[in-house]
């Protein structure tokens, strides 16, 4: 049984940092590739970052690359981003998620797995 469960959320003022945390039991990140994403209220779901560790490739979104760094470690089965610079607009409920190497990185439709979310708000 699969399970992703993220940590770290709160809230922060702008300009401030935060690092959230996903842990996995059953599943190492190694398998495929580890992603964030984040739901703002009304809005979709939207891609933020994704580490596909074993092709050594990292992805972000337009809106964060600069800012976010997503890391992660195999042997914990832990993957973080660090937020840097926060604004107001990333203020969102943050959820973790993880798939194979099929497939755009950045549509959720190809992830099987999910945590929960964690929320960020950002003042």
């Known amino acids: 049984h699969v399970q992703l469960v993220e940590s770290g959320g709160g809230s922060v003022q702008a300009g401030g940092t935060l690092t959230l945390s996903c842990s996995a039991t059953g599943y190492t990140f190694s398998r495929g590739c580890a992603a964030w994403f984040r739901q703002a209220p009304g809005k979709e779901r939207e891609a933020v970052a994704a580490d596909c560790r074993r092709l050594e490739i990292t992805y972000y979104a337009d809106s964060v690359k600069g800012r976010f760094t997503i890391s992660q470690d195999n042997a914990k089965r832990t993957v973080w981003p660090q937020m840097n610079s926060l604004k107001p607009e990333d203020t969102a409920m943050y959820y973790c998620?993880?798939?194979?190497?099929?497939?755009?990185?950045?549509?959720?439709?190809?992830?099987?797995?999910w945590g929960q979310g964690t929320q960020v708000t950002v003042s």
């Open positions: 998620a993880a798939k194979g190497f099929s497939g755009p990185w950045n549509e959720r439709g190809n992830y099987n797995y």
